[in-house]
């Protein structure tokens, strides 16, 4: 069982994060751009709770909360109206017109969670909304922006992000991405190093239609061109790279694209593992949003540690309530000389797994173009990877 929740607002990037964090806690989620929308789709949904925006050019928010308090069909429907504008008289505005709560954009997800929960709990959730016995393989219908996209209901995303040069984040990446690979688990690992292409390189691939083409299309054309773009690394493993572009000249998705390209990889199903490089940037910002899990490499050393704080404190302001944060610490000269213990104080952040990476092993690796854990199936590295790749695997 669970609550039906109509989402309006005219600009897009917001009704998609609200959507995903609402979704994400089970929701039954519609949305639309358009007041006029809202309007039909209220009376022919009869959602539980409709969060409003104010500002819409069609039919503004306070309008369209009049007309829901007037309609009889669906006057007692819960309405929480959000704005950017924190003035008392636009507050004071959505009370009069009939709304139960008033929320200042941008609202951090945990405040929006508890005031939709606030309203909903003395509503019984939809006995028709309760999930059948699913078939082989399940979808979830997930409406955004006025389109509906099937979701396929095993898909997750992995991010894997570094807080400075060096960290590690592709050799995590493309043996982690192996390692979830099965018959059951298929994976498809994205390199979001626009510049420099390192899957790519790591692995020896040439690349001449990669992710930087899809940045020349149109938003709405993605979702055809993304599955074609995918490169079969074995049975259950799909590359979708990036081309080198050092002099920084090449196309760069922009964060609707990148939107869009991660919605075509929840159709094609399974773990989308993505190397996100560096930092937070315009291009990793929708993956660090939309990811089921989030890997931070560092290595265990002062500078490196000191460098992982400051980016997890960044962190904190971007990842959502479903995020959960794995601390990764990869060693590439042997022992490490700061104890584990010491480190999770430092950071407040438990240690997921420490990995030893030994230099004479990475540069065969690198040499014959191929994945750790393929070079020395047995190595301390491959079974620490191996383990780590088990706890993500969604089950």
């Keep these: 069982m669970t609550h039906k929740l109509l989402i309006v607002d005219d600009h897009p990037e917001t009704l998609e994060i609200i959507s995903r964090v609402l979704r994400q806690q089970g929701y039954a989620v519609t949305a639309t751009n358009s007041g006029m929308q809202a309007l039909a789709l209220a009376e022919a949904e009869q959602p539980d709770l409709i969060l409003l925006d104010g500002m819409m050019p069609d039919l503004d928010g ?17 309405i929480i109206m959000f704005s950017a504008v924190n003035v008392a008289e636009q507050k004071l505005a959505g009370f009069n017109a ?21 309203l909903l709990e003395n509503v019984p959730p939809r006995p028709e909304l309760t999930n059948v016995e699913p078939a082989a393989a399940p979808v979830v219908k997930a409406p955004v922006v006025g389109r509906t996209v099937t ?12 807080a400075r040069g060096g960290a590690g984040t592709t050799t995590l990446a493309v043996n982690l991405a192996l390692a979830m690979a099965g018959p059951e688990h298929p994976v498809i690992l994205v390199d979001l190093d626009v510049r420099q292409g390192h899957v790519g390189s790591y692995l020896n691939q040439k690349v001449s239609n990669g992710l930087n083409k899809l940045a020349r299309l149109p938003e709405n054309m993605l979702g055809k061109d993304v599955a074609a773009r995918l490169m079969p690394y074995n049975d259950h493993l799909q590359l979708l790279l990036t081309e080198s572009d050092l002099a920084g000249t090449g196309d760069v998705p922009s964060p609707l694209q990148m ?17 996100c490089g560096l930092g937070i940037t315009a291009v990793n910002r929708a993956v660090i949003e939309q990811a089921d899990h989030l890997l931070l490499c560092t290595q265990p050393e002062r500078v490196a540690l000191a460098a992982a704080k400051q980016f997890m404190g960044q962190l904190q302001n971007v990842i959502f309530p479903h995020t959960r944060l794995h601390l990764v610490l990869l060693e590439f000269s042997g022992a490490p000389n700061v104890p584990q213990q010491a480190i999770e104080t430092f950071l407040g952040q438990p240690v997921a797994a420490i990995i030893p990476i030994p230099p004479q092993d990475l540069r065969r690796a690198v040499n014959k173009s191929i994945p750790l854990i393929q070079l020395n199936p047995e190595s301390k590295t491959t079974t620490l990877i191996s383990q780590l790749a088990h706890q993500l695997v969604k089950k």
Aim: proline letters at 4%; glycine letters at 8%.
């Design 98 to 118: 009939g709304a139960d709560d008033y929320l200042t954009k941008p609202t951090e997800p945990v405040e929006l969670i508890e005031r939709v929960q606030n």
């Design 151 to 162: 979701l396929a209901a095993s898909s997750q995303v992995v991010g894997i992000l570094g």
């Design 259 to 275: 939107e869009e390209i991660l919605e075509a990889l929840a159709i094609v199903g399974g773990t989308v593992v993505v190397d």
């Design 62 to 78: 306070w309008e369209v909360c009049r007309r829901i308090r007037n309609n009889p069909k669906i006057a007692h429907t819960a």
